[in-house]
């Protein structure tokens, strides 16, 4: 099946999960991505391991154990294959990290944790699980094209929410996997009929859905995203 195909299947009916996706309306989540892909994107580096520890040390205790698992992880993970590696950094941050909405966390609407930001917290929403997961797997190896971060109308049971998701392609025109917080198992895209794709981007682009149709330059648009890509690179992931 296509990846362009999904956003047309229809939603199953599943139980409501009380605080599992982020509750934003969707107007605001649009507006504030619309304003944000204005930044020059991140090109790839090596990892930084002691700038990395360095930056989780001024975060706090709760950082620097967080870090040295993630580290522990990414130097575990680089001689596995890249779904292997998918598998374990989607755990790591499923187990550890408990969904909670910004406004609980840092008393804000709308906040874009960097990866240290959210290991320090220990609580985060969709968007920030998704951003932790595609910069750690860029540290472990996995070439940045892989990865998209996906905005997606999510169905519970009958309520629309939006939400975030990271996409995996293993080739171009390959269905994508789908890493979530809200289902803790890796699934193709075909098979999450419960998310219908909007948009999805990374450091190098925005598309369309999840399809191959590229929408714009990712760094013209986003004030957010441009913020965490700078502190992304200050923490020694990129």
């Not at 989607?90 to 960097?114: K, P, Y």
């Not at 929408?215 to 923490?235: F, H, I, N």
Request: proline fraction near 7%.
């Amino acid at each position: 099946m296509a990846p362009s195909a999904i956003a047309s299947l229809p939603a199953p009916r599943i139980p409501a999960l009380p605080r599992v996706v982020c509750s934003r309306s969707w107007a605001l989540t649009l507006w504030l991505l619309v304003l944000a892909l204005l930044a020059p994107g991140v090109l790839p580096r090596a990892w930084d391991r002691d700038r990395m520890l360095a930056a989780a040390q001024r975060q706090g205790p709760e950082a620097e154990r967080g870090v040295r698992l993630l580290q522990s992880t990414i130097v575990a993970s680089q001689s596995t294959s890249e779904e292997a590696r998918l598998q374990a950094f989607n755990r790591l941050f499923n187990e550890h990290i408990v969904f909670a909405e910004d406004i609980d966390t840092v008393g804000q609407v709308d906040q874009w944790a960097s990866p240290l930001e959210l290991l320090a917290r220990g609580a985060g929403d969709c968007e920030d699980f998704a951003i932790a997961k595609y910069f750690s797997l860029i540290a472990a190896g996995l070439p940045p094209a892989k990865l998209r971060m996906v905005y997606v109308r999510a169905d519970l049971g009958g309520h629309v929410r939006a939400h975030m998701v990271l996409a995996y392609y293993a080739q171009p025109a390959a269905e994508p996997l789908i890493l979530d917080n809200l289902i803790a198992e890796i699934r193709p895209a075909s098979l999450r009929r419960d998310l219908s794709p909007v948009f999805s981007f990374n450091a190098e682009g925005l598309w369309q859905g999840t399809g191959a149709q590229k929408a714009g330059d990712p760094a013209a648009r986003l004030s957010r995203w441009r913020e965490v890509l700078g502190k992304a690179r200050a923490e020694g992931f990129v």
